[in-house]
Nanobody, 124 residues
Framework: QVQLVESGGGLVQAGGSLRLSCAASGRTFSGYTMAWFRQGPGKDREFVATISSSGGSTYYADSAKGRFTISRDNAKNTVYLQMNSLKPEDTAVYYC?????????????????WGQGTQVTVSS
Protein backbone atom coordinates (compact mmCIF):
# COMPACT_ATOMS: atom_id res chain seq x y z
CA GLN A 1 0.00 0.00 0.00
CA VAL A 2 1.05 3.55 -0.64
CA GLN A 3 -0.82 6.65 0.46
CA LEU A 4 -0.66 9.83 -1.60
CA VAL A 5 -1.52 13.35 -0.48
CA GLU A 6 -1.50 16.26 -2.92
CA SER A 7 -1.07 19.90 -2.02
CA GLY A 8 -0.31 23.22 -3.66
CA GLY A 9 -3.48 23.86 -5.61
CA GLY A 10 -5.29 27.16 -5.56
CA LEU A 11 -6.59 30.08 -7.54
CA VAL A 12 -4.21 31.79 -9.96
CA GLN A 13 -4.55 34.25 -12.82
CA ALA A 14 -3.88 33.22 -16.37
CA GLY A 15 -0.16 33.33 -17.07
CA GLY A 16 0.70 32.53 -13.48
CA SER A 17 2.42 29.54 -11.93
CA LEU A 18 1.72 26.88 -9.34
CA ARG A 19 3.76 24.02 -7.93
CA LEU A 20 1.87 20.93 -6.89
CA SER A 21 3.35 18.42 -4.48
CA CYS A 22 2.39 14.84 -3.78
CA ALA A 23 3.74 13.27 -0.61
CA ALA A 24 3.82 9.50 -0.43
CA SER A 25 3.90 7.19 2.54
CA GLY A 26 3.75 3.45 2.92
CA ARG A 27 5.66 1.10 0.69
CA THR A 28 8.85 2.06 -1.13
CA PHE A 29 8.14 5.23 -3.07
CA SER A 30 11.26 4.99 -5.18
CA GLY A 31 10.01 1.80 -6.81
CA TYR A 32 6.94 3.40 -8.35
CA THR A 33 6.31 5.19 -11.58
CA MET A 34 4.45 8.37 -10.69
CA ALA A 35 2.05 10.49 -12.70
CA TRP A 36 -0.21 13.49 -12.60
CA PHE A 37 -3.70 13.39 -14.05
CA ARG A 38 -6.41 16.02 -14.06
CA GLN A 39 -10.17 16.10 -14.33
CA GLY A 40 -11.97 19.23 -15.40
CA PRO A 41 -15.69 19.90 -14.89
CA GLY A 42 -17.73 17.44 -16.94
CA LYS A 43 -14.63 15.84 -18.41
CA ASP A 44 -12.89 12.50 -18.14
CA ARG A 45 -9.72 12.16 -16.13
CA GLU A 46 -6.79 12.90 -18.45
CA PHE A 47 -3.07 12.28 -18.36
CA VAL A 48 -0.78 15.24 -17.70
CA ALA A 49 2.73 13.93 -17.00
CA THR A 50 4.58 10.88 -15.79
CA ILE A 51 8.03 10.12 -14.40
CA SER A 52 9.98 6.91 -14.04
CA SER A 53 10.92 5.47 -10.67
CA SER A 54 14.45 6.86 -10.91
CA GLY A 55 13.34 10.19 -12.34
CA GLY A 56 15.39 9.62 -15.45
CA SER A 57 12.48 9.52 -17.89
CA THR A 58 9.52 11.85 -18.19
CA TYR A 59 6.62 12.10 -20.60
CA TYR A 60 4.00 14.79 -21.04
CA ALA A 61 0.63 15.27 -22.62
CA ASP A 62 0.73 17.68 -25.55
CA SER A 63 -1.23 20.19 -23.46
CA ALA A 64 1.54 20.20 -20.84
CA LYS A 65 4.66 20.19 -22.99
CA GLY A 66 6.78 23.30 -22.61
CA ARG A 67 4.71 24.61 -19.68
CA PHE A 68 4.70 21.87 -17.01
CA THR A 69 7.60 19.99 -15.44
CA ILE A 70 7.29 16.80 -13.42
CA SER A 71 10.05 15.90 -10.98
CA ARG A 72 10.57 13.74 -7.94
CA ASP A 73 12.70 13.60 -4.82
CA ASN A 74 12.95 10.00 -3.71
CA ALA A 75 14.69 11.01 -0.50
CA LYS A 76 11.61 13.04 0.43
CA ASN A 77 9.07 10.60 -1.02
CA THR A 78 7.59 13.44 -3.03
CA VAL A 79 6.67 14.11 -6.64
CA TYR A 80 6.12 17.61 -7.98
CA LEU A 81 4.38 19.29 -10.87
CA GLN A 82 5.63 22.76 -11.72
CA MET A 83 3.02 24.51 -13.82
CA ASN A 84 3.88 27.72 -15.65
CA SER A 85 1.98 29.91 -18.11
CA LEU A 86 -1.30 28.60 -16.78
CA LYS A 87 -4.43 28.92 -18.88
CA PRO A 88 -8.11 28.85 -17.91
CA GLU A 89 -8.40 25.48 -19.62
CA ASP A 90 -5.95 24.08 -17.06
CA THR A 91 -8.67 24.44 -14.43
CA ALA A 92 -9.25 20.99 -12.95
CA VAL A 93 -8.75 18.76 -9.97
CA TYR A 94 -5.21 17.43 -10.20
CA TYR A 95 -4.45 13.93 -8.97
CA CYS A 96 -1.17 12.15 -8.43
CA UNK A 97 -0.96 8.43 -8.98
CA UNK A 98 1.51 5.62 -8.37
CA UNK A 99 1.94 2.51 -10.47
CA UNK A 100 4.35 0.07 -12.06
CA UNK A 101 4.11 0.87 -15.76
CA UNK A 102 5.95 3.68 -17.53
CA UNK A 103 4.25 4.73 -20.76
CA UNK A 104 4.29 7.79 -22.97
CA UNK A 105 0.55 8.35 -22.58
CA UNK A 106 -0.73 6.13 -19.80
CA UNK A 107 -4.37 5.47 -19.04
CA UNK A 108 -5.66 5.92 -15.50
CA UNK A 109 -6.02 2.16 -15.03
CA UNK A 110 -2.22 1.77 -15.23
CA UNK A 111 -2.08 3.20 -11.71
CA UNK A 112 -3.26 1.44 -8.58
CA UNK A 113 -2.84 4.21 -6.05
CA TRP A 114 -4.37 7.68 -6.13
CA GLY A 115 -4.42 10.78 -4.01
CA GLN A 116 -7.56 12.71 -3.15
CA GLY A 117 -6.81 15.52 -5.58
CA THR A 118 -6.12 19.22 -5.32
CA GLN A 119 -8.14 21.92 -7.06
CA VAL A 120 -6.43 24.25 -9.52
CA THR A 121 -8.47 27.18 -10.79
CA VAL A 122 -7.09 29.56 -13.41
CA SER A 123 -8.98 32.79 -13.90
CA SER A 124 -8.93 34.74 -17.15
Amino acid sequence: QVQLVESGGGLVQAGGSLRLSCAASGRTFSGYTMAWFRQGPGKDREFVATISSSGGSTYYADSAKGRFTISRDNAKNTVYLQMNSLKPEDTAVYYCAAGNILATSPAPYYFGYWGQGTQVTVSS
